[in-house]
T-cell receptor, first 110, second 114 residues
Framework: DAKTTQPNSMESNEEEPVHLPCNHSTISGTDYIHWYRQLPSQGPEYVIHGLTSNVNNRMASLAIAEDRKSSTLILHRATLRDAAVYYCILRIFGNEKLTFGTGTRLTIIP | AAGVIQSPRHLIKEKRETATLKCYPIPRHDTVYWYQQGPGQDPQFLISFYEKMQSDKGSIPDRFSAQQFSDYHSELNMSSLELGDSALYFC?????????????FGEGSRLTVL
């Protein structure tokens, strides 16, 4: 499976935007970029996904580099409830499982 | 909206015993995935089913087996339990192997092996 690289941890102040980076230099043309997050003692939760174009939903935005070798998850206004481990995952077309790597532990400072 | 239901939520077993975890997917979801998450670790894919057939297999020990039933619920059977099997076990479901689609996860079953 293609690999992703994320910072181990990040901190952000409450009510400020957060930009979570992800590198995926070995991505192939049919790999979808997925983001999930996991709050303490809960199951992973879908955040957003994209293929080539930037994407927005009620939770976040996903900015995908033109060469697709990196992406950034944007939380527009972080709240304490956004404190979680965020996983950037490449989902291979035709192989639907998610392979979790080491995500980014996001801490929100009140 | 209905979510993925897992039972039991907590389970305590002794070494060498057997445990069964159950997963009830969201209605009309026919694809189920099982994940294991040890303490301080990231979720690891175990096995998946699509339309009651095994569709993919990950790092699932031979002591573990799983199946998906006609009503699409799935059960993970674990035998000869070891201390290292203590973990959170998550089930996820999707409405078929939709390329790029979202996986819906349950809240997990916490297995403690003593």
């Amino acid at each position: 499976d293609a690999k992703t690289t994320q910072p181990n941890s990040m901190e952000s102040n409450e009510e400020e935007p957060v930009h979570l980076p992800c590198n995926h230099s070995t991505i192939s043309g049919t790999d979808y970029i997925h983001w999930y997050r996991q709050l303490p003692s809960q199951g992973p939760e879908y955040v957003i996904h994209g293929l080539t174009s930037n994407v927005n939903n009620r939770m976040a935005s996903l900015a995908i580099a033109e060469d697709r070798k990196s992406s950034t998850l944007i939380l527009h206004r972080a709240t304490l409830r956004d404190a979680a481990v965020y996983y950037c995952i490449l989902r291979i077309f035709g192989n639907e499982k998610l392979t979790f790597g080491t995500g980014t532990r996001l801490t929100i400072i009140p | 909206a209905a979510g993925v239901i897992q039972s039991p939520r907590h389970l305590i077993k002794e070494k060498r015993e057997t445990a069964t975890l159950k997963c009830y997917p969201i209605p009309r979801h026919d694809t189920v995935y099982w994940y294991q998450q040890g303490p301080g670790q990231d979720p690891q894919f175990l096995i998946s089913f699509y339309e009651k057939m095994q569709s993919d297999k990950g790092s699932i020990p031979d002591r573990f087996s799983a199946q998906q039933f006609s009503d699409y619920h799935s059960e993970l059977n674990m035998s000869s339990l070891e201390l290292g099997d203590s973990a959170l076990y998550f089930c996820a479901s999707t409405p078929g192997p939709v390329p790029g689609g979202e996986l819906f996860f349950g809240e997990g079953s916490r297995l403690t092996v003593l």
